[in-house]
């Protein structure tokens, strides 16, 4: 009765699996204090719910089927289904020990860039997959120099003169990088098009 019955949950459970999604991490770089970099810390918990149906799972006959039913788990909800172990403090360490995906996010940002990255693991914590969105500083440098131009009229037509001042230190322009709902969206949504597990 056991073995049919666990036969059963494998076919009622096939072409699912379980993925836990932590809050975004940050890591603050900057010395300048006009950059500044906030997001909603569970965004990619959002997306990969929506994305994570897209992954491809072993058949078990040497093909690939998209996935039925998967099971998104955040820092909320993760506790219900696995309330063993510390997911906030340890999430790689609990997911490998429950035998279920981790997705990790983490943003770096200096004064010159921000880096938003995501990382799928497997069950035995090897990375499958990592998608990476950028953003840059811009900087403009506007040259500063005084131009007088002085327009005579006479009998003899028209005279223009140009007299170029002392030219000062150009000024900087910076426009920060910020961290758009577009670069977490693209993010997820390559994180799991077109993942293959086994």
């Known amino acids: ?52 149906r897209h992954a491809k799972m072993s058949n078990g006959h040497g093909g690939y089927e998209t996935v039925d039913k998967p099971r998104v788990f955040g820092k909320d909800t993760i506790e219900y289904v696995y309330p063993n172990c510390n997911y906030r403090r340890e999430p790689l360490k609990c997911s490998i020990m429950n035998g279920h995906y981790y997705v990790e996010t983490n943003v770096t940002f200096n004064d010159e860039q921000m880096v938003f990255r995501t990382t799928l693991y497997n069950k035995d914590g090897t990375v499958l997959n990592s998608s990476t969105r950028t953003d840059e500083m811009i900087v403009n440098w506007i040259r500063q120099q005084e131009v007088t131009i002085v327009e005579n009229e006479s009998r003899h037509g028209k005279q223009t003169i140009t007299h170029y001042g002392k030219e000062e230190l150009p000024l900087k322009w910076e426009i920060p990088y910020k961290l758009l709902q577009n670069h977490v969206q693209q993010s997820m949504l390559g994180l799991w098009l077109g993942i293959k597990m086994d």
């Open 1 to 52: 009765m056991i073995i049919i019955a666990s036969l059963l949950m494998g076919v009622a459970l096939g072409g699912t699996f379980d993925v836990y999604v932590s809050p975004m991490k940050f890591t603050n770089r900057v010395t300048n204090q006009n950059i500044v970099v906030q997001h909603e810390v569970d965004a990619p918990f959002y997306y990969s719910s929506l994305y994570a």
